[in-house]
């Protein structure tokens, strides 16, 4: 199949992951209000409903990745949706290419802060006392803090911290430059603190479940204030040490949580929009936000009478009353330039195995096509680039493809265009036959990672399968492969298609804290998901 074939499908696939979750119905699709939001606001989607109820209107949300968000505006007027809500003004700075977001406030606000177990920064001395981005990289390389931190190429909370470390490192400009990201102990120091960094996630809440889950083999994360409030409501039901909030005083970044509307010269959607953020900037609202861990307050600094110490606690080292003075985000070309530079050149590298179903049943699915697709995404540096996907010189990428037997495996190491484009062809080129066995490229993928070893880069398997599991070996024998191997800390991803059995891949993916995303309504969004916990 020619280029011009995979590129028109790749197409459709990505016009189908921009509508996913919109539920579109031609003939009451103008009754009903869209919103586009981060998925940090998922738990406060009651307070949207309350207003849609009042009001008797119809509001629909879904909640996408910042990277995600920022494409979607630059289609302006086209956009499915009439108001957006992401974590952070700079996703719509980056994304509003045409000036169609309009009339944005803010109706939140947390600041990015290092959470750190209590009795590990009371040993560092880190408690009651300034802490810079400095003293975090000496901690780090000197092994006496083991942190995790979201994806700075697709996560808010992960962006923010990192554009912070660089305010740090350039020595605190105005306003962060192009020409700052190019000094040498700047590109220095950004590469030795994100190589210090143990574990990586594609959105803030999914970092913060992966911190409970590995809570013993981690010391800190790094995380929205909000987001480490509600793990130490959880650390301390399960009677474990909370987390201790520390605010680096020199790379400081705040999330603004900004609600602005679409403009497409709709008065009726116009209206909607005017009452919903007027309910959400309530006091009754913003009193409920407050609760919630929130700072739902016209300055970072809220009145302390109006705060909870039972949530805001002083013990986990929240300080409302300290004056925080965040990091200014630059302008979208150094933004961008930046996250580029992340994913292209700061960042730890990636040591991926694929692990690509060519059963039959994938061929009579259409899932084999749709597989070939999001690897051309991939492998395809130009089209990669597009969703801060590239790869990195140092990133090393394993294909296995596989039935009922192993078939092919492949190694690509770096981020050469040419070496990327021949592996997507080769992908291409196979055909779908036979059964299935989705354990041996599992167990396959991880000796591979054994033989050469994992330590310095983010290790994952991602199995891509639309099957059932009954020609091969067994969950069993996966398991007994990584209790021997003490592979436990590679985490296994699985993206589903057609009719892949949920209870093999939970399993499978539950061995090192991995996840299962649903590729049938939104292939590229789930492809997309994964890569940023790699």
Not at 341 to 370: C, H, I
């Given at each position: ?112 802060v290092l959470g750190v177990k209590r009795p590990v920064a009371e040993r560092l001395g880190w408690v009651g006392t300034d802490v ?19 994806n700075a190429a697709q996560s808010d909370s992960g962006a923010s911290a990192y554009l912070g470390f660089l305010y740090a490192f ?365």
């Amino acid at each position: 199949m020619r280029t011009g074939t995979w590129r028109g499908i790749l197409a459709a696939i990505v016009s189908l992951s921009i509508l996913a979750g919109c539920g579109d119905d031609p003939e009451t699709s103008g009754s009903v209000f869209r919103i586009l939001s981060g998925s940090e606001n998922q738990s406060l989607e009651g307070i949207i409903q309350e207003f849609a109820k009042q009001e008797d209107v119809t509001v629909e949300v879904t909640y996408q990745g910042s990277v995600d968000i920022m494409r979607e505006l630059t289609r302006g007027v086209d956009s499915t949706y009439d108001a957006v809500w992401p974590a952070n003004s700079m996703w719509i700075a980056l994304g509003d290419t045409t000036g169609a977001v309009q009339a944005s406030a803010s109706i939140m606000r947390s600041p990015v802060v290092l959470g750190v177990k209590r009795p590990v920064a009371e040993r560092l001395g880190w408690v009651g006392t300034d802490v810079s981005v400095d003293d975090v990289l000496t901690a780090t390389e000197a092994g006496q803090l083991h942190f995790m931190m979201a994806n700075a190429a697709q996560s808010d909370s992960g962006a923010s911290a990192y554009l912070g470390f660089l305010y740090a490192f350039a020595g605190h400009p105005d306003v962060l430059t192009a020409a700052d990201l190019r000094q040498p102990d700047v590109r220095d120091k950004i590469e030795r603190i994100l190589g210090t960094v143990g574990r990586t996630a594609g959105s803030s809440g999914f970092l913060k479940d992966l911190f409970l889950s590995e809570y013993d083999a981690y010391d800190a994360m790094v995380n929205y204030e909000s987001t480490v409030i509600e793990a130490n409501q959880a650390l301390v039901a399960n009677g474990r040490d909370p987390l201790y909030a520390i605010y680096l005083v020199d790379g400081t970044a705040i999330a603004d949580s900004p609600f602005a509307y679409i403009d497409k010269d709709d008065p009726e959607k116009e209206a909607t929009f005017q009452g919903l953020q007027r309910h959400l900037l309530s006091d009754e609202v913003q009193r409920e936000l407050l609760g919630r861990g929130r700072r739902a307050c016209l300055g970072i600094n809220c009145d302390p009478s109006t705060i909870d110490p039972a949530v805001f606690n002083p013990e986990w080292g929240i300080d409302t009353t300290r004056i925080l003075t965040p990091v200014k985000i630059p302008g979208p070309a150094v933004v961008r330039e930046a996250l580029d530079l992340y994913q292209t050149a700061f960042r730890k590298p990636s040591f991926t195995v694929f692990a690509l179903d060519f059963s039959g049943s994938m061929g009579n699915s259409g899932g084999e096509d749709e597989l070939k697709a999001a690897m051309r995404l991939l492998l395809d540096q130009e089209s990669a680039a597009q969703y801060l996907l590239q790869a990195s010189p140092d990133d090393v990428t394993v294909v296995i493809l596989f039935n009922d037997g192993l078939l092919s495996e492949w190694m690509l190491l770096g981020n050469d265009p040419a070496r990327s484009l021949q592996l997507a062809s080769q992908i291409e080129q196979v055909q779908a036959d036979g059964g299935t066995d989705i354990y041996s490229p599992v167990i396959r993928g991880l000796e591979i990672m054994q033989e050469r070893g994992t330590d310095g880069y983010f290790p994952s398997v991602v199995l891509m399968t639309d099957g059932q599991s009954r020609d091969g070996k067994e969950f069993k024998d996966l398991d007994a492969y990584v209790a021997a191997s003490g592979m436990t800390q590679v985490p296994v991803f699985a993206i589903t298609f057609g009719k892949a059995s949920q209870e093999q891949l939970d399993e499978i993916t539950a061995l090192s804290s991995g996840a299962v995303f649903d590729g049938r309504g939104d292939l590229a969004g789930a492809f997309r998901a994964v890569r940023g916990y790699t």
